[in-house]
């Protein structure tokens, strides 16, 4: 504060013409604790992005009444009269809720800041599912609601995504294409062209309707998004 003083009254004091450019260089002059005190309060700063409301597509984050939602779909409307606006179906990323929201068209929303992070299934931890991040070797852990109907198709070694807002965990993606190993089901009958079906169960104890031909042992490929068959491995 003694340096800050100094220099201010420095500010205020007539000086020779020949002595105004090294006196004017003095003045910019900052002590370096300052300097080290703005750079932190800058540093705790956080930047926040907003998006028009004419800018709004299906997957857009945005951030509502404090918290992060996912734009599923949109309609922008122009009545005959009246002003225009932008009808949308959102997703809570932290309660699963679904809304229908409409937004004046042009007004300003704020864009939730999600970031995405890969992280390997390792293994499960009585109820709680224990992610590596591969590079950092740092743990997240999931409790089974968080995983929800996910954990039918997840297996050890499987790469998953994590969403992030704020530095808290709001969603959990599996891959859309998961390869698993049937465990059960009944012995192969016939071939593809036969079309018949049955149910098989695989390693994670998920039961899914699967070809005749397939059987115990077989890899399949199963989309996590729906639970359905698509192919032998």
Known sequence: ????????????????ANSYSSSYSVQLRR?????????????????????SSNDIRVGSNVEVDGAPWKVLEFLHVKPGKGAAFVRTKMRNYITGNTVDKTFRAGSTIPEASISKETKQFTYKDGSQFVLMDLTSFEESRLNEADVGDKQKWLKEGMDCNLLYWNGRIIDFDLPITVRLTVADTDPAQ???????TKPATVETGAVVTVPSFVNVGDDILIDSRTGQYMNRA
Do not use: I
Request: aromatic share 4%; charged share 15%.
């Open 1 to 16: 504060m003694a340096s800050l003083r100094q220099l201010s009254g420095a500010a205020h004091h007539r000086l020779p």
């Open 31 to 51: 002590p370096s604790c300052c300097l080290a005190g703005a750079r932190t309060f800058r540093s705790r700063l956080t930047r926040v992005y907003a998006l």
């Open 190 to 196: 016939g071939d593809s062209a036969q079309g018949g």
